[in-house]
T-cell receptor
Framework: AQSVTQPDIHITVSEGASLELRCNYS??????LFWYVQSPGQGLQLLLK??????LVQGIKGFEAEFKRSQSSFNLRKPSVHWSDAAEYFC??????????FGTGTRLTIIP | EPEVTQTPSHQVTQMGQEVILRCVPI?????FYWYRQILGQKVEFLVS????????KSEIFDDQFSVERPDGSNFTLKIRSTKLEDSAMYFC???????????FGSGTRLTVV
C-alpha cells in the first residue's frame, strides 16, 4: 500500500536557523511528491512539487526540497526560518490523477 | 490567483441531521476531491470525482456520504445522518492534473453535537 512517513511530529528551531523536514515515501515507482503548509485553522497551501526532472525543486516562501530516489525521500529545507513559518507541514504523494496520500504532518515551532 | 471556495466556513449540527458542504472548484479544473482532517490528525482522502462520476472512494466514504456536481460549478458533499465522529475539517480540492498539485479550499469545520 502507498504510504508517506514524516518521522518528526514536532520540530522547534530558532528564528534565522536552517530547517529540514523529513519525508519518506513507499511506492513501487516514483510518485508525484508535494509539500503543503497549513497555518492554524487554515487550508492547505502548496509549497512545492516534484514530478520529474531536476531533483532539487524550488517553492514559494524560500523553501526547497530535494528528491532522492535511493533513499525514497523528499525532504523540505529552508536556509533561514522566519517566525511566520510556524505552521504544520504535510508531505504528500500520488500517481496519475489518483488521490493524494498525506503524511501525518510535522508541526514547526519557531523560537525567537 | 484562482481559488477553490468552500461554504460555510463553520457549521454546527445536531447528531442525526443532514448536512451539505459546498465547494466551488476552479473553473477549468477537471478532477475534484473531498478530504477531511479530524482535529490534530492527518488529512484523509474521502472521494474523487471526474467526468460526473465518482472515480475513487475511501472506506470512510460509506452510504452516509454522497457527492454531486449539480450545475457545472458547484461540488457538494452530503452527509445524510451525521455522527459525532464526523466532526472534522472538510477540504475540497480540484486540479487539471495531479502533477500540478491540488488547489485546496480553506475548509469547512463541521461540529456535530
Amino acid at each position: 500500500a502507498q504510504s508517506v512517513t514524516q518521522p518528526d511530529i514536532h520540530i522547534t528551531v530558532s528564528e534565522g536557523a536552517s530547517l529540514e523536514l523529513r519525508c519518506n515515501y513507499s511506492y513501487g515507482a516514483t510518485p508525484y511528491l508535494f509539500w503543503y503548509v497549513q497555518s492554524p485553522g487554515q487550508g492547505l497551501q502548496l509549497l512545492l512539487k516534484y514530478f520529474s526532472g531536476d531533483t532539487l525543486v524550488q517553492g514559494i516562501k524560500g523553501f526547497e526540497a530535494e528528491f532522492k530516489r535511493s533513499q525514497s525521500s523528499f525532504n523540505l529545507r529552508k536556509p533561514s526560518v522566519h517566525w511566520s513559518d510556524a505552521a504544520e507541514y504535510f508531505c504528500a504523494s500520488g500517481f496519475g490523477n489518483e488521490k493524494l496520500t498525506f503524511g501525518t504532518g510535522t508541526r514547526l515551532t519557531i523560537i525567537p | 490567483e484562482p481559488e477553490v471556495t468552500q461554504t460555510p466556513s463553520h457549521q454546527v449540527t445536531q447528531m442525526g441531521q443532514e448536512v451539505i458542504l459546498r465547494c466551488v472548484p476552479i473553473s477549468n479544473h477537471l478532477y475534484f476531491y473531498w478530504y477531511r482532517q479530524i482535529l490534530g490528525q492527518k488529512v484523509e482522502f474521502l472521494v474523487s470525482f471526474y467526468n460526473n462520476e465518482i472515480s475513487e472512494k475511501s472506506e470512510i466514504f460509506d452510504d452516509q456520504f454522497s457527492v454531486e456536481r449539480p450545475d457545472g460549478s458547484n461540488f457538494t458533499l452530503k452527509i445524510r445522518s451525521t455522527k459525532l465522529e464526523d466532526s472534522a475539517m472538510y477540504f475540497c480540492a480540484s486540479t487539471t492534473t495531479l502533477r500540478y498539485g491540488y488547489t485546496f479550499g480553506s475548509g469547512t469545520r463541521l461540529t456535530v453535537v
